[in-house]
């Protein structure tokens, strides 16, 4: 059986654990393949609210094994406080399967992002602090601790010591903090070590016997589209490939096991932190969309920009990733709106561009160019059928189909597990 992709389509918190949890019911695994507690998805079960930030959203549905992939970065403390977090509300964690090959969180990390930060003054990222870029960076670099290192204490001990020579150097000389101790940081590992190491597991091996024996596998990004270092805002974006071409790599499987990819994309636009932003509503209407939208970080609580609908990197979205499928988010949010813009081209220096700008200078400089469509005023939060949504509901999501270059497959009315109105089987 093939495996499925789910990603962001935009610059991240597009809804994707709504998603995945409606998916979930229907597949056998769900496996989150980068990123680390940077990012969260916030799922909603009748009364009850969960925020993920490092779980894949698969453990909320009881017959589903969740897998963190070894392109995610982990942050053993923080896993442990969303574990436990939730088995104190009746969910089982004992199914979660987290690769040994993944990386992890140090304190030298998060030190070192803050500080960093810190001095990028006016020229900052926007980072959540956390530790994640770092912690790629020590990847890349070859110098990173993984997380089949807590399984053995005396190889543990030597990485660190060897990395904290040259960490210890740049924060006490160059930023004038204080020196991670060697010791303090392996007890605190140890402790980490006892209670993960019945999750730690060769899951690529496990993910690929499971799709030769017919299982089906849900690959979850964190971020979007445009929050990829590779292909998203430079150097605003992530530290890690939201994109579907990284799905197989951070998970540890071949890419033609993946045969479907899905991108979840809001029925306008946000995104957190610094960088260019096109549709960007700096008024009373971009605060009336936050305010209606709940647009606020589930991991660090952070207002979210807000703005119109860009197609633009819809359509940039939909070749990168290869979409599939769209599953649209949030129309609920737009009933009471006149008038619905949606951005189709950009105006840069009076030159109109209907494709994603090459360079970085030509995308800040990029002014939108809009369609208007008519707006709706009934609520729609008690929609079940795509027949039921107003005319205009419809147009609107017809026009996104159109300049996005990909079929709706499913919309969400609402965040509730029953406000999904599915057109197309996505499983």
Known sequence: MPALVLIGAQWGDEGKGKATDLLGGAVDYVVRYQGGNNAGHTVVIGE??????????????????PVIGNGVVIDPGVLLTEMDGLAARGIDVSRLLISANAHLIMPHHRALDRVIERYLGKARIGTTGRGIGPTYGDKVARTGIRVQDLLDPGIFRKKLELVLREKNQVLAKVYNRRKIELDEVCDEYAGYAERLGPHIADTGLILDTALRAGKVVLLEGSQGTLLDVDHGTYPFVTSSNPTA????????????????????IKAYTTRVGSGPFPTELDDKVGEE????????GVTTGRARRTGWFDAVIARYAVRVNG?????????????????????VGYDIGGTRVDEMPMTQTDFHHARPIYTELPGWHEDLSAVRSYADLPAAAKDYIRALEDFSGAPVSAIGVGPGRD?????????
Do not use: M
Not at 289 to 296: A, C, D, K, Q
Not at 323 to 343: E, H, Q, W, Y
Not at 419 to 427: K, S
């Open 48 to 65: 009850d609210s969960y925020a993920l930030h490092l779980i894949p959203s698969g453990i909320l549905r009881a017959d589903c094994i």
């Open 245 to 264: 071409g990284y799905a197989a790599t951070g998970a540890g499987i071949g890419p033609t096991k993946i045969n479907r990819v899905i991108g979840i």
């Open 289 to 296: 969309l936050r305010r209606i939208g709940g647009e606020f």
């Open 323 to 343: 979409l599939t499928d769209l599953f649209l988010t949030k129309l609920d949010v737009l009933s009471g709106f006149d008038r619905v813009p949606i951005c």
């Open 419 to 427: 406000q999904t109105l599915v057109i197309n089987n996505l499983v």
